[in-house]
C-alpha cells in the first residue's frame, strides 16, 4: 500500500522479500506466498545472458554444463554479487507481481537481512531493488524479528520471546520485543557450512567427494542422532576420480555436524544470559522458536532444550517463517514503534 498523508491506497505490487542464500520467497500483497525458488542463476558465458534462474539454474550447478557459469549470488545471508542479484531477483519479481498500477506510483519491498549486516550491505539490498524499473521504496527488517513474528510469537504491546534461525548462510540467535531485537548474534555459519563440513568428513575418512546436494541430503537424513545406520551416497572417488558409491554412516554425519551445532548452542546460552528480567517469562513460556531449514534438522530441538534449560521447539513451517513474518510486518508499517527502517 502507498501511504499519502494518513490513507492508503493499494497499489497491487507491494511485497515482502525473504532474500537467502539458498532459497529467495517473495510475498504479494493479496496473494500471499506466490514465490519460493532456489537463490541461483545460470549465465551462457558464450553470450553472458541468462540461461536459467532459480529451480532451473540450481539444478545445473555442480554438473558443469560446458559454456554454463551457475552464481549463488548471495553468501552468509547478504549480496556478494550485485548484478547477478539483481537480474535474479528481478526475473522473480516480474514472474510473482501482475500489477495494474501506474508506473508512478511506488511500491513498498519490505526485506529481511541479517541482524549483524553492516550498512554497506544493507544499502546493497536498496541499491539492487532500485537499478530497474519498477522501483521499490524499500524498508529492511531483522531477520530474527520476522522469524519471531512468522513463529507465532506476539510482538506487539512489548510481547517478546526467543527464536533461533538457522537458514543456508547465517544462523540467527536473538531476544526479541515490541517488534525489535534486544539482544541478537548473528553467526555466519548455518547449512551450507553443514554442507561443507560433510564434504569435508566424507573425503578425509572415506576418500570421497560428494556434492552439496548430496551432503545436504545427508545432513536431512540424519542430522544430529549418530548411531549404526547408514545411507547410500553417489560421489567420486577421491583417488582414481571416478563415480562411487558409499555407505555413509549417520555417526559421520553427526560428529561433522557438532562443532557447528555447539558454536550455535554457546550463541543461545549467551543471549539467554544476557536477557533482561522482565523478558524471562515471556521467554520460558514462550519456549525458544527455531525457524530456518535448519529447524529440521533431526536432533537439533532436543539438543538446543538441553544446552539452554528452556523448552524448544520446531516452528510450524519453519521455512516460510521469515517471509511469513516479513508481510506480517509489512502490514504494521507506519505503526507506533514498528521498527522497518529505510534502506
Known amino acids: 500500500m502507498i501511504k499519502v498523508g494518513k490513507i492508503r491506497i493499494r497499489s497491487g505490487g ?8 539458498v532459497n529467495t520467497l517473495v510475498w504479494v500483497e493479496g496473494r500471499g506466498i506466490v514465490l519460493e525458488e532456489p537463490s541461483a542463476i545460470a549465465i551462457d558465458t558464450r553470450s553472458g545472458r541468462v540461461a536459467a534462474i532459480g529451480s532451473a539454474a540450481d539444478a545445473l550447478a555442480d554438473k558443469e554444463p560446458q559454456d554454463i557459469k551457475v552464481i549463488h549470488p548471495l553468501k552468509d545471508g547478504v549480496i556478494a554479487d550485485m548484478d547477478a542479484t539483481a537480474e535474479m531477483l528481478y526475473a522473480f519479481l516480474r514472474k510473482s507481481v501482475h500489477s495494474s498500477a501506474p508506473v508512478h506510483m511506488s511500491r513498498q519491498a519490505m526485506v529481511c537481512v ?23 521504496d524499500v524498508k529492511l527488517i531483522d531477520e530474527p524479528v520476522a522469524a519471531a513474528a512468522g513463529a507465532g510469537l506476539d ?14 548462510g547465517t544462523s540467527e540467535v536473538a531476544a526479541v520485543a515490541g517488534w525489535r531485537p534486544v539482544r541478537a548474534k548473528s553467526l555466519r555459519m548455518a547449512g551450507n557450512r553443514m554442507d561443507e563440513a560433510i564434504i569435508n568428513a566424507a573425503r578425509s575418512e572415506l576418500g570421497m567427494i560428494l556434492s552439496p546436494r548430496a551432503a545436504r541430503q545427508l545432513k536431512i537424513t540424519f542430522g544430529l542422532t549418530g548411531g549404526s545406520e547408514t545411507a547410500e551416497a553417489v560421489g567420486i572417488d577421491a583417488a582414481r576420480r571416478t563415480p562411487r558409491v558409499e555407505r555413509i554412516g549417520a555417526d559421520l554425519v553427526a560428529q561433522a555436524l557438532a562443532p557447528i551445532v555447539n558454536t550455535v548452542g554457546r550463541a543461545v546460552q549467551s543471549i539467554l544470559a544476557e536477557v533482561p528480567t522482565g523478558l524471562a517469562e515471556d521467554v520460558v513460556r514462550g519456549k525458544i522458536r527455531l525457524t530456518g531449514g535448519g529447524a529440521l534438522l533431526p536432533g537439533l530441538a532436543d539438543q538446543v532444550e538441553t544446552s539452554a534449560e528452556i523448552g524448544a521447539v520446531v516452528a510450524d513451517d519453519p521455512l516460510r517463517c521469515v517471509v511469513r513474518g516479513t508481510a506480517m510486518l509489512m502490514e504494521h508499517d507506519g505503526e507506533d514503534g514498528f521498527p522497518g527502517v529505510p534502506a
Open 14 to 21: 507491494n511485497v515482502a522479500i525473504d532474500l537467502g542464500t
Open 155 to 168: 510482538l506487539s504491546s512489548g510481547g517478546g520471546g526467543f527464536v533461533v534461525d538457522i537458514g543456508g
Open 114 to 136: 541479517p541482524a549483524g549486516a553492516t550498512w554497506v550491505e544493507r544499502r546493497s539490498v536498496a541499491a539492487v531493488l532500485g537499478s530497474r524499473r519498477p522501483r521499490y
